[in-house]
């Protein structure tokens, strides 16, 4: 079975840098699919960046990027120039073949002004 | 861009009562969508895979009779709570994607259900 894991459950960082979160992941599959998810208090799921395990370019989308390290499965987000609209629960998430996605437990981004 | 519609987005009702939970696609179809529950301060749990014309596939550990899951056409899905009791209250939420390669799953906005 697959899993999801983020180690850290909270996390801070002042307004305008920079912030790594981990994520790690185990699967047998070859051909999957790797996601950071944002959830506000609204509790949304907003898809953050996406990331196929096929391709080694690691994804970005403006102030957030990946580091993919498939051999190790590791995948983690970098939140540049952090912004107070930045704070949320972040969950990284797998899915592989059949389209359901495992989710990580989340870790709680605070941002500091 | 593509939309999943979930209603309600909050309910509160007795213990003992079914509650019914709509899932819409709102502009693409979807032969297959997912039933997700959070509890308060976790992360979001699959429970069940909704199937269009077929019964669904639910995850270990889930009830499927509590929990009846009907994917009767291509952009609705619903899930019903059958005579809910408090343990039941938590955070409902549905995904589905168009179909065809490479499309990402797109999240409704959620039910909070709580049961007094």
């Known amino acids: 079975a697959q899993t999801v894991t983020q180690s850290q459950p909270e996390m801070s960082v002042q307004e305008a840098e920079t912030v790594t979160l981990s994520c790690t992941y185990d699967t047998s599959e070859s051909d999957y699919y790797l996601f950071w998810y944002k959830q506000p208090p609204s509790r949304q799921m907003i898809l953050v960046i996406r990331?196929?395990?096929?391709?080694?370019q690691n994804a970005t989308e403006n102030r957030f990027s990946v580091n993919f390290q498939k051999a190790a499965k590791s995948f983690s987000l970098k939140i540049s120039d952090s912004q107070l609209g930045d704070a949320a629960m972040y969950f990284c998430?797998?899915?592989?073949?059949?389209?359901?996605?495992?989710f990580g437990k989340g870790t709680r981004l605070h941002i500091l002004p | 861009g593509a939309v999943v519609s979930q209603h309600p987005s909050r309910v509160i009702c007795k213990s003992g009562t079914s509650v019914k939970i709509e899932c819409r696609s709102l502009?693409?179809?979807?032969?297959?969508m997912f039933w997700y529950r959070q509890f308060p301060k976790q992360s979001l749990m699959l429970m069940a895979t909704s199937n269009e014309g077929s019964k669904a596939t639910y995850e270990q550990g889930v009830e499927k009779d509590k929990f009846l899951i009907n994917h009767a056409s291509l952009t609705l899905s619903t899930l019903t709570v059958t005579s809910a009791h408090p343990e039941d209250s938590s955070f409902y939420i549905c995904?589905?994607?168009?179909?065809?390669?490479?499309?990402?799953?797109?999240f409704g906005d959620g039910t909070r259900l709580s049961i007094l």
């Open positions: 502009d693409f179809q979807a032969t297959t």
């Open positions: 995904s589905a994607s168009p179909q065809g390669y490479n499309q990402p799953q797109h």
């Open positions: 998430a797998y899915s592989g073949r059949d389209d359901k996605i495992i």
């Open positions: 990331q196929e395990a096929y391709k080694q």
